[in-house]
């Protein structure tokens, strides 16, 4: 999901002791993996929440600049030029101010003439303001226009939007969906109207909003069209181009998305004084909980939204699956045939109807038939035998050798639909893999480097991706166009960028090259060659984290296999040369060819650290700690190697990987990493910094994972101050802040002095982001865990219920999200002695979290031990036994034997073993936790809790050989851990035997 992942562990009830606050890193930094749920160590279980991921709005406080706020700004010309001098985050500078002098009057300006002195009456005034006038109009209809481009210039006023792609090479008109369309908007008729056009791949979804949008343009104010998909890079483009950087913003790396995603929306809803036009904005391939997670409902006024999905369930929408009445017709279906066979005798027409009615009227099926027919001249019922053909070797096989074959659908898909609406789409699912095994069999045969930069495309995510992109992959423009030319069926173009349908993409994917006997050697060079250029194309190739996770990997193990970069040239010009002969043998070049520049040695070094820092951060994303910290520790040493210790570099990276350490539970080590990070952004930085403030918090998280709360309150404290002299009283960093350092007064005790400032937070959150956004539930929960705390249960309930309804409303009822509310809900529920009610809640967070992560993640771990605490307040201790072991289990496999989470859990257990009377089994499981804690720490509250444990387990068995040998074990744990003297050492010693 797109919303940063620290959000979800501000929800999340951890529920043993000394947890921890959490920050939130800046954009160009990692972001933290949310922990849903702890285990409870002890029957006496604490549920604290951290502090809001809340988005910066920009540097002096308000969501918007004072200079942006007029509709008619003639006077922010100048404000203009200095934010075009102001972006350079793309290397250009460009000085457009007007020239305010008696060199530029108004006809100048507009004419592109310089006129000197012009002096103007109070006649010729009121004419020249009936002009403007007139003019004005005009342009608002007709922005296109090089005259109205000046005048708009001047004025001050932005230029319309029209970023729409051109239609597929397969589209046709088609005139139901059009009136149906706008029947639905005028149906909605409100400010934010949102229309979804569903239905399964191949219908042609995104060709009939691109139908609509082309048609209704002159209609719109702007008209604007994304994928769903990488929608973060789309609005930063939107940023960039329509000017929205200001002075104070610094990089925009360090804009959180959500102010981005705020200023792109008020810039597109911000109306003219007279033109007042609805704008236009088209999310292709977006889930139904896309505006829900990613734009959090901010959406523009006067805006119409139109989105294209798979799913359904829309309060307005029209499926093209199952609304017969706006599927392709069969005339518009032989018009698609027509475009490529427009000598079509009758006998054929009427064969083209049989593979229409085969196809079901599908367009990107009937394109590919049509495409075959016209490049292989043959006739409609040759080319049907030869798919008939092809589909029962592709069916017999599961797909051809080496492939997955024709995907089925998923349990989650199958749901709500009856047999045979699963196998009809099932079937569509394998003519269109037919179809798109076929349509590869010609390009191989006519063109391989076409094939060859389609297989490139294959590991990209699928829509956007940049023609310089591909450009480097190809020797320059002109035979990139040659080769996209002949791959007009399968991908749409605009000026600068190619998309492949998801679909089509998938199935290129699994088939790669029809004819090749060594998949995985392609497989190589294709990622050999993306790695070379993935850093220069980094934002882009990350929007898909397998993908990027894949090209990454790739990319690294060339680096290490080769001392300099002429080795790597050499191996894959060898590589390159045996491709050659079987893909392009007429040409000794390679089809996969990629000139790699000259490097040295020092650069070489600086690529292979960004890319194990990629790398990590991927990993990161992807949950996969583990090979998360691998990656940026090898990162971090190469930019040690490259940079000393006083570098930017060094600093982020230190940060990232205390980052991933305390995912890992390892707080100690994150805590010296975070330090360090600390200490460095103070020296290249100073005192008074954005990222110093960061680190503060950093660092103050990992000091309340410690357990060392005193010290972390201090750190928040710091950072909150801070953060007030840089951005002011109300600024959401400041919310961030009032969360933190009450989470650090609650664990102190302080309950009423941490209400207070959680209160404060909500109030500035709703201030900011209205009533309906996710940082606003996750204040709605932090008010409710701090009323729990104070035993004000009923109204914690009451916050608790409100943040659990508007996470439904925001992200579905299906969402992770709502299964760390359900638990803090059953965590309050048990509170009141509502146990049955309470173990509801947990059981559904169990199976949410379950289909979420799968049933293999420490997070579901974590939810078994939840289910099995409130098992055990029912007093069903053999069931709570079962699901606490299920959760040791688990997250040993997780985590390996020595972790914190594993000696909670162990200590659960133990507890539950010694309900059930098992004392000695009990004390085993009592005493490795015990254990674990002082391997794992160097001091911590656990500590005490788990040795108290451990002594009440001494005390409740019979057997004295087993007690005195309990006791020296102990004993010995002690002095080696804490030295001789300890109170621990000293209690151990005194155990009566």
Not at 243 to 264: A, F, N, T
Not at 377 to 391: D, G, H, R, T, V
Not at 473 to 492: C, F, G, H
Not at 757 to 769: G, I, M, Q, R, T
Request: aromatic share 8%; glycine share 6%; net charge neutral.
């Amino acid at each position: 999901m797109s919303r940063s992942p620290s959000f979800s562990r501000q929800f999340a009830a951890y529920q043993y002791l000394n947890s921890s606050t959490l920050n939130r890193q800046p954009a160009h930094q990692v972001r933290q993996t949310p922990r849903l749920y702890s285990l409870v160590p002890i029957q006496k279980r604490v549920a604290v929440i951290g502090q809001s991921s809340l988005a910066p709005i920009g540097r002096n406080g308000s969501l918007f600049s004072s200079t942006s706020q007029s509709p008619f700004p003639i006077s922010s010309r100048v404000t203009v030029s200095k934010r075009l001098a102001h972006n350079s985050a793309k290397g250009s500078k460009k000085d457009n101010s007007i020239n305010k002098g008696a060199k530029a009057s108004w006809f100048g300006l507009i004419a592109g003439r310089d006129y000197v002195n012009v002096k103007i009456g109070g006649g010729t005034a009121l004419v020249l303001a009936t002009g403007f006038g007139g003019l004005y109009l005009c342009c608002e209809n007709h922005t296109e226009g090089e005259l109205c481009s000046r005048f708009r210039d001047f004025l001050g006023l932005k230029k319309k939007l029209n970023k729409l792609p051109s239609q597929a090479d397969f589209y046709v008109p088609r005139f139901a969906p059009q009136q149906r369309i706008q029947e639905l908007f005028e149906e909605e008729n409100n400010k934010k109207a949102i229309v979804a056009i569903v239905g399964d791949s191949g219908r042609g979804k995104s060709e009939v909003v691109k139908e609509y949008a082309h048609a209704k343009k002159d209609d719109y104010r702007h008209v604007w069209f994304f994928d769903a998909n990488t929608w973060k890079q789309a609005y930063k483009d939107l940023f960039f181009e329509r000017k929205l950087l200001e002075e104070s913003d610094g990089d925009i790396d360090q804009i959180h998305i959500d102010v981005i995603v705020s200023r792109v929306h008020q810039d597109l809803e911000r109306q003219t004084l007279l033109g007042k036009k609805r704008s236009l904005i088209i999310i292709d391939n977006a889930s139904k909980s896309f505006i829900a997670e990613n734009l959090k409902w901010q959406l523009p006024e006067n805006t119409n939204i139109l989105i294209t999905s798979k799913e359904r369930g829309f309060e307005f929408q029209l499926d093209l699956t199952n609304d017969k009445s706006c599927a392709l017709s069969t005339e518009e279906a032989a018009k698609i045939f027509l475009k490529r066979l427009p000598k079509l005798t009758n006998e054929e027409q009427a064969e083209v109807r049989k593979i229409i009615r085969k196809f079901e009227n599908l367009p990107v099926l009937l394109a590919q038939a049509a495409n075959y027919l016209s490049t292989y001249e043959i006739s409609p019922q040759e080319y049907l035998a030869k798919f008939e053909e092809n589909k029962i070797i592709i069916l017999n096989q599961g797909g051809l050798e080496g492939t997955t074959g024709p995907r089925k659908l998923t349990d989650k898909e199958k749901k709500g639909l009856s047999d045979d609406q699963i196998n009809q789409i099932e079937e569509g699912l394998v003519n269109l893999y037919t179809s798109i095994f076929l349509t590869l069999k010609v390009i191989r045969e006519q063109s391989p480097k076409a094939l060859a930069l389609l297989l490139y495309c294959a590991y990209l995510p699928h829509h956007s991706i940049p023609r310089k992109l591909l450009e480097k992959l190809t020797t320059d423009s002109n035979e990139l166009n040659a080769r996209l030319v002949e791959l007009q069926t399968l991908i749409t173009l605009d000026q600068e960028t190619v998309s492949l349908h998801e679909a089509i993409q998938e199935i290129v994917l699994d088939v790669g090259d029809p004819l090749s006997s060594n998949r995985k050697h392609d497989q190589g060079v294709i990622l050999s060659n993306l790695g070379e250029i993935a850093l220069d194309f980094k934002p882009f190739i990350d929007q898909a984290p397998p993908k990027a996770k894949m090209i990454y990997q790739q990319a690294i193990a060339d680096m290490h296999q080769s001392t300099t970069f002429s080795d790597i040239r050499e191996q894959i010009a060898k590589a390159a040369q045996h491709l050659s002969s079987w893909v392009y043998p007429s040409s000794p070049s390679s089809i996969f060819s990629l000139e790699i520049p000259n490097i040295t040695e020092h650069s070489k070094q600086k690529r292979l650290a960004d890319l194990h820092s990629a790398l990590g951060n991927v990993q990161h994303g992807l949950l996969k700690w583990n090979e998360a910290l691998e990656e940026k520790r090898k990162a971090l040493t190469l930019y040690q190697i490259l940079h000393g210790e006083k570098h930017l570099d060094v600093a982020r990276s230190y940060n990232s990987v205390g980052n991933t350490l305390g995912e890992l539970g390892w707080h100690e080590e994150a805590l010296e990493c975070k330090s360090t990070a600390l200490m460095l952004r103070k020296e290249l930085f100073g005192e008074k910094h954005p990222d110093v403030a960061r680190s503060y918090n950093n660092v103050g998280r990992t000091f309340g994972e410690l357990g060392r709360h005193e010290e972390a309150l201090e750190l928040n404290s710091k950072a909150m101050e801070l953060r007030k002299e840089l951005f002011g009283e109300k600024h959401p960093d400041v919310a961030e802040s009032y969360n933190n350092v009450g989470l650090n007064l609650g664990k102190l005790g302080r309950h009423e002095e941490a209400l207070e400032l959680k209160s404060k937070a909500l109030e500035l959150v709703k201030d900011h982001f209205g009533t309906k956004h996710p940082d606003v539930a996750i204040s709605y929960n932090n008010v409710g865990m701090a009323l729990r705390d104070l035993g004000r249960h009923e109204e914690a309930l009451e916050y608790l219920s409100k943040a659990s309804e508007l996470i439904k409303e925001l992200f579905g009822e299906k969402h992770y999200y709502v299964a760390m509310s359900y638990n803090n809900i059953g965590l309050t529920l048990g509170d009141l002695g509502r146990h049955e009610e309470a173990l509801e809640c947990k059981s559904k967070a169990l199976e949410l979290v379950k289909d979420h992560f799968g049933t293999k993640h420490p997070l579901v771990a974590r939810s078994y031990n939840n289910v099995g605490n409130t098992l055990g307040d029912l007093g069903r201790h053999e069931e709570a036994l079962e699901f606490k072991s299920k959760a040791l289990k688990l997250i040993k496999d997780c985590f390996g034997t020595k972790h914190p989470d594993v000696a909670k859990s162990y200590q659960s257990v133990g507890l539950t073993l010694e309900e059930l009377g098992r004392y000695e089994d009990a004390l085993k499981h009592l005493l490795q936790s015990f254990k674990m804690y002082c391997q794992c720490f160097e001091l911590h509250p656990d500590h005490a809790l788990a040795f108290e444990n451990t002594l009440v387990g001494i005390a409740a068995i019979s057997d004295s050989k087993l007690k005195a040998k309990t006791k020296q074990e102990l004993i010995e744990v002690c002095v080696e851990k804490f030295g001789q003297d300890h109170e621990f050492t000293l209690k151990a010693k005194s155990i009566q035997t």
